[in-house]
T-cell receptor
Framework: AQSVTQLGSHVSVSEGALVLLRCNYS??????LFWYVQYPNQGLQLLLK??????LVKGINGFEAEFKKSETSFHLTKPSAHMSDAAEYFC???????????FGAGTRLFVKA | ETGVTQTPRHLVMGMTNKKSLKCEQH?????MYWYKQSAKKPLELMFV???????ENNSVPSRFSPECPNSSHLFLHLHTLQPEDSALYLC??????????????FGNGTRLTVT
């Protein structure tokens, strides 16, 4: 069965600093991987997705993620944090066997002024 | 209106009440989902409908009853709930459940409180 682990339930950065949110997955086949963001009182929205076309994926709002098969990782980064980036971020993997999307537990990002 | 719309946004109900949550999508998608989001827990998949057929029931108690009359509408009927059912209920849609790289589009959720 596929699974997703997000390291760190909370991450705090200063405005302008690098954002790094970690995600590791387990999968017996090449996976489809996603990052979603959830702002307060809203549903989740797609930031970016990996579908094997390129290992470095660019998403919305300046975020990007790199697929590293050898490390089974799909970490999310942004060079410079903005206050508006404060939200909860979810890594997800598409279960090619059971046709389900499996979510990590989420990482809440805090941005300090 | 575009996207996925959920109503109501907030719902408070007693344990003996019957209520329904509604979800509507205007994206032309064929798969619809109910998720439960509780504090400090991962997102829990409850039900999946693909082309109006239920394809997933993730061991959800029978006090939750889904209904999908067409590919654009999804309901979650609630009766005799428990306080631990208080959570944010999220509806989502995707192009097709069988399309593995098709992302989910979420509504803003219904915040349910059971008293």
């Amino acid at each position: 069965a596929q699974s997703v682990t997000q390291l760190g339930s909370h991450v705090s950065v200063s405005e302008g600093a690098l954002v790094l949110l970690r995600c590791n997955y387990s999968s017996s086949v090449p996976p489809y991987l996603f990052w979603y963001v959830q702002y307060p009182n809203q549903g989740l929205q797609l930031l970016l997705k990996y579908t094997s076309a390129a290992t470095l994926v660019k998403g919305i709002n300046g975020f990007e993620a790199e697929f590293k098969k050898s490390e089974t990782s799909f970490h999310l980064t942004k060079p410079s944090a903005h206050m508006s980036d404060a939200a909860e971020y979810f890594c997800a993997v598409s279960d090619t066997g059971g046709f389900k999307t499996i979510f990590g537990a989420g990482t809440r990002l805090f941005v300090k002024a | 209106e575009t996207g996925v719309t959920q109503t109501p946004r907030h719902l408070v109900m007693g344990m003996t009440n019957k209520k329904s949550l509604k979800c509507e999508q205007h994206l032309g998608h064929n798969a619809m989902y109910w998720y439960k989001q509780s504090a400090k827990k991962p997102l829990e998949l409850m039900f999946v409908y693909n082309f109006k057929e239920q394809t997933e029931n993730n061991s959800v108690p029978s006090r939750f009853s889904p209904e999908c009359p067409n590919s654009s509408h999804l309901f979650l009927h609630l009766h005799t709930l428990q306080p631990e059912d208080s959570a944010l209920y999220l509806c989502a849609s995707s192009l097709n459940q069988r399309a593995d790289n098709s992302p989910l589009h979420f509504g803003n959720g219904t915040r349910l409180t059971v008293t």
